[in-house]
């Protein structure tokens, strides 16, 4: 990890691609309902809010494993919703 801004920019990448996916397969499918797809895009959203509330907290032990498992967490639940947009089909 080279520092805070990368982590909050690979959260934007990351949580913004999945975003993007998710208007992409509602457009794709216009004739399907958009429920699913739009609790997605709201999971997608409080995770970005998690987790940079998490990179923006002041209290931190080890700076070094905080970010560590920040990013690990990002990697799951980016892997989780995901899953969930290849559910939709």
């Known amino acids: 990890m080279a520092n805070v801004r990368d982590l909050k920019r690979d959260i ?8 993007e ?9 216009s004739d399907k309902d958009t ?7 709201d999971e997608a959203i409080a995770t970005f809010d998690e987790l940079i ?11 070094k494993a905080h970010f560590k498992s920040i990013n690990l967490e990002l990697e799951s639940r980016g892997k989780a919703l995901i ?7």
């Open 12 to 19: 934007n990448y990351v949580l913004g691609d999945i975003i």
């Open 83 to 89: 899953d969930k947009i290849n559910k939709l089909g």
């Open 21 to 29: 996916a998710v208007y992409i397969w509602e457009e794709a499918n």
């Open 35 to 41: 429920k699913k797809s739009e609790a997605i895009i």
């Open 53 to 63: 509330a998490k990179v923006n907290a002041k209290d931190i032990d080890n700076p």
